[in-house]
């Protein structure tokens, strides 16, 4: 395991479900699902605590390294109604992880993007919402998936932005005070070319890339609605979270109890042309 696969290994155990709920009124979750034909075989990379599975119905699958974010999957399906108890989590292609009474499944695998336990060919549709640009060694992700996907499969994903290019609100502000307390110091995350359509087309020869879409998310509420997105930052380490919460308060203060923000993501699509 890498240095930076061991820092989100040790934050998402720290902070089960962190995305989720960081996430949880941007509605991405809802428009990634839809992207999605109904009755695709799905697979869910870094699926966390099951908020996208929840959408996809009982035809994807999700995998992620964190048994801790698997666990609170179990237990999201179990508040669900859909399980009387948590099943046990499974490392083997043969994953299903529980059958309810009325015929649903919760299935979840704790394995790598990097090496998946799964045939060739056995998904119609890969789907990851804000992990593709974290993932080390992306051409090993990328053949993993030509295997699992084949001619014709397709990979959606949403992408990590940042704020709007301009204006002033909480994210703004955000990174005006991550600057005065200087960087944390975290290992870097990921490949830079996960983040644009060159970078998809050198990744990915033998794929079909479409336009990225721009998706522009309203996360504006309360303060504490604000900081559960804001606070979800990997530059927000225990060492300095309750000063980083301080200075945002006071940064936001003038606009009182309704605090603008809005997150930019991107949606990338691509389809399998031909395996390597």
């Not at 109904?38 to 119905?57: I, N, P, S, Y």
């Not at 009387?84 to 009325?102: N, Q």
């Not at 990174?175 to 970078?199: H, I, Y």
């Amino acid at each position: 395991m890498t240095s930076s696969e061991s820092f989100l290994l040790e934050f998402h155990t720290a902070h089960a479900g962190v995305t989720a709920r960081a996430f949880a009124r941007a509605g991405s979750y809802g428009r990634l699902a839809a992207q999605v034909p109904a009755g695709a075989r799905v697979l869910d990379l870094a699926c966390g605590d099951g908020a996208l599975l929840a959408q996809l119905g009982t035809r994807a699958i999700g995998i992620d390294v964190t048994p801790a974010e698997l666990r609170a999957a179990q237990a999201r399906h179990a508040r669900a109604g859909a399980l009387a108890s948590e099943p046990p989590i499974h490392t083997t292609p043969a994953c299903r992880s529980g059958l309810a009474g009325d015929g649903t499944e919760l299935t979840i695998a704790c394995a790598r993007a990097q090496a998946l336990p799964f045939a060739a060919r056995s998904f119609d549709a890969v789907t990851c919402h804000l992990a593709f640009m974290l993932f080390d060694d992306l051409p090993a992700v990328v053949r993993e998936l030509e295997r699992v996907l084949g001619p014709g499969g397709e990979l959606v994903a949403v992408l990590g932005g940042g704020p709007t290019a301009t204006g002033n609100d909480a994210f703004h502000r955000f990174l005006e005070v991550l600057g005065r307390l200087g960087p944390r110091g975290a290992p870097r995350l990921g490949d830079p070319r996960a983040k644009s359509e060159a970078g998809w087309q050198a990744l990915m020869p033998h794929w079909r890339i479409a336009p990225f879409e721009r998706w522009a998310l309203d996360l504006s509420g309360t303060f504490d609605e604000v900081w559960a997105f804001l606070g979800a930052s990997y530059e927000v380490g225990p060492e300095r979270r309750a000063a980083l919460r301080a200075a945002l308060h006071t940064a936001t203060r003038e606009w009182g109890k309704m605090i603008p923000c809005t997150a930019v993501v991107y949606l990338g699509r691509a389809t399998v042309i031909r395996a390597a």
